[in-house]
């Protein structure tokens, strides 16, 4: 199954988690999670280090199922629903699969394996239009001039702009981004940034959720939020009622100062008040 051509007409839920909680281990990485996302809405996940992020990312994407509570995903209850079929219908790109991309793939291919969820161009299929769609996606992540280039001689922005390229490639319903911008140098955050902005302001692009821990790593053009403390929510709503000092002070654990820069396309940043 390929991922679908146009946006689904759903006017249910795209994420509907209802108390859902995982364990790994000893641990409730994420716990008593509900929440619901609507079609067209782009998510920012906020949190320190081992706040869950990626593990709710993980449920959101049905790479993971929760241990309790309902998680439904494009209207398929995980656990129950076809989950090889629900995956060609979400993009997902993050550190869990970077390394699943052989160092010898050329980054033209890199993208278009994205269209069957494989990892290295063997005897697929690909017709006029996946190449048309390659193209462009390599156009809007400024990869054109290395589609020949192997993927392990990328530098660390590149490979990050050829995992999202990837991840867009089945046109999916849903885009996951773990961290999109982690490590990246001051322009390449920049960079990546007016491009996931580009992606945001397009309404043709699917329902996008994105962790990250640095408010300065959000796109404008983020519409709602949630933050997470050890698995829980603080809070969860539109951007500007959960990026608050009290909120963030909540999920961090000390005293935060946020500032809103901007009012027609805010970026956010944030500092610890007293030290
Ligand atoms: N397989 C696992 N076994 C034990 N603990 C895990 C496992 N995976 C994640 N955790 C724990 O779950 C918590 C949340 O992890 P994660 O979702 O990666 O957080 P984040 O992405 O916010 O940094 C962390 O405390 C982490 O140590
Ligand atoms: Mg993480």
Known sequence: MRGSTYPSPVTTPVLLFDDVSVVRGSTLPVNSVSLSIEAGQRWVVIGPNGAGKSTLLHVAAAMAAPAMGTATVLGEVLGRANVAELRT????????????????????????????AVYARKREDYGIADEVRRDH???MFGLT???GRTFGTLSEGERKRVMIARALMPDPELLILDEPAAGLDLAAREDLLRRLTWLADDPMAPTTIMATHHLEEIPPGATHALALRQGALVAAGPIADVLTDEVLTTAFGLPITVERVGDTRPRWFARARAW
């Open 137 to 139: 996606l390599l156009t």
């Open 89 to 116: 219908r979400i993009g997902f790109a993050g550190a869990a699969l970077l390394d699943r991309i052989p160092g010898n793939e050329t980054v033209g291919n890199a993208v278009m394996t994205g269209a069957w």
């Open 145 to 147: 001039s290395l589609i």
